[in-house]
């Protein structure tokens, strides 16, 4: 069955700092991936997708992902994190017309 | 103006009362979806709907009803609303060619 898991339920980095967010993926096809963002009282905007070609993407917002097919996994980063960063993230996978997310990253950032 | 409006934003109602979510877009597209959310589970799918007249069940959808009235609407009932139905419910959209799908600000729902 189709999964996303994203190991780490809460990351605290500093101001200025670089940031990486796990995301792992069950899925039989060919995968098409997404990040979107959550802040606080808001709906989710996406971030970046992945459909295929180039393993490393880029976003809004400073944002990249990189897929990679052996480890199945579609890991965000940025290299140096804002105070405005500080939200919710969510990794899914398209799978038939419908989304699977994981069960989300909360962001806090230290000043 | 907003692509995809939830109303109400934000509902207090009681145990065994129903209640609707309605969800209109203005993007055109034919896919439409109905999540809740809860923490530490992500987003789940309750309903979706790729047509006017095509509605599918999503992993979570007892306790709930959808009707899509047209291309740009689709409502979300509960009919007898109970207190482990209180989440964050999102409104979603997309069309087939991009995949990707696009939310409404949300409406959170309390069952007291």
């Known amino acids: 069955a189709q999964s996303v898991t994203q190991p780490d339920i809460h990351i605290t980095v500093s101001e200025g700092a670089s940031l990486e967010l796990r995301c792992n993926y069950s899925y039989g096809a060919t995968p098409y991936l997404f990040w979107y963002v959550q802040s606080p009282g808001q709906g989710l905007q996406l971030l970046l997708k992945?459909?295929?070609?180039?393993?490393l993407v880029q976003g809004i917002k400073g944002f990249e992902a990189e897929f990679k097919r052996s480890q199945s996994s579609f890991n965000l980063r940025k290299p140096s994190v804002h105070w405005s960063d500080a939200a919710e993230y969510f990794c899914?996978?398209?799978?038939?017309?419908?989304?699977?997310f994981g069960q989300g990253t909360t962001l806090q950032v230290k000043p | 103006d907003a692509d995809v409006t939830q109303t109400p934003r934000n509902r207090i109602t009681k145990t065994g009362k129903r209640i609707m979510l309605e969800c209109s877009q203005t993007?055109?597209?034919?896919?439409m979806y109905w999540y809740r959310q809860d923490p530490g589970l992500g987003l789940r799918l309750i309903y979706y709907s790729f047509d006017v007249k095509d509605i599918n069940k999503g992993e979570i959808s007892d306790g709930y009803s959808v009707s899509r009235q047209a291309q740009a609407k689709f409502s979300l009932s509960l009919e007898s609303a109970i207190p482990n139905q209180t989440a964050l419910y999102f409104c979603?959209?997309?069309?087939?060619?991009?995949?990707?799908?696009?939310f409404g600000p949300g409406t959170r729902l309390t069952v007291l």
């Open positions: 899914a996978v398209g799978a038939i017309g419908k989304l699977i």
């Open positions: 993007k055109g597209h034919d896919r």
């Open positions: 992945y459909f295929s070609g180039d393993t």
């Open positions: 979603a959209t997309s069309d087939w060619t991009r995949r990707e799908q696009f």
